[in-house]
């Protein structure tokens, strides 16, 4: 049995989708269902049971999942993708609590009773990039997240290095990820869904300034990459249980927004409107100009899979989910 929590948020739900198209099912989905639409990702997926995220720490704190149907003997994996992803939360008290306490309270439990656990941290941990995009654990204390939520991250990644645990544990550092299933995040949707909706209502796409004379306005740069890959990777980890540390997952390669955009146009066969506008005061001094993963440390450990293209994802993306309106299912394959 696999548990993944945040089951029915954006990665989550994805990679119950890349387990079912591996005819796995033998799933226990735990999220915060709460108020908006995630409840949608988790419809045409197969899995056996579901538990809200705080009864599923009661039953941790209290130690009673080994003694019921949750056993660890029964039990193969602990995929942790349940946490705040809001990097504009100034929440900081919750933010400790729902994504290093929580996180804390898992791996430890996982450790205890010999269960994978693998869990997201970000690249938002990586600042301004001004000390690189490297994965190797000896450039972990170093890191200056720009904001709170880069930085419980951080504090959880730091508290395994500290108690030796990386080499026991899987740590993901996600970099800009888009695709299906990430349509109930509101303002944290991705870049390409929000541009195909700004297309579909007036034809265009807005797009910040530049504010630093090294860079064209739309000419800051990303580590995009798509979600099927970023469930590919994950579930690598899965197969591979001697590989643990911290990983990057990304793409490699970084690219400019323009070109992002341009892509989602080029799906939709319509000659490209951006139109450039400033940047939030508040977000200013926290913007990251250029982001670009050191994928070296991946590719050691195993992974020779190829990634899709920018632009191949970006078509998929719009024409087999954006357009038609739908999400991911166990029946539908990858690309």
Known sequence: MVIITGGAGFIGSAVIWGLNNRGVDDIVVVDHLDCDEKWKNLRELSFEDYLEKDDFRDLIKRDLIKRGRFSSDNTSAIIHMGACSSTAELNASYLVDNNYQYSKELASFAIEHNIRFVYASSAATYGNGDRGYNDDRSQLTSLIPLNMYGYS????????YRHNLLDKIVGLKFSNVFGPNEYHKDDMRSVPHKAFVQIQDSGKVQLFKSYKDEYNDGGQMRDFIYIKDVVDMIIFFLEKQNINGIYNIGSGKARTWKDLVTSIFSALKIAPEIEYIDMPEGLKDKYQYFTELNMDKLHKAGYSKSMMTLEKATED???????????????????
Do not use: C, E, T
């Not at 991250?153 to 395994?160: G, I, R, S, T, V």
């Open 153 to 160: 991250k951080q504090m959880f990644d730091l508290w395994a």
């Open 317 to 335: 993306y719009v024409l087999n989910y954006l357009i038609p309106d739908r999400y991911l299912s166990s029946s539908s394959k990858g690309s």
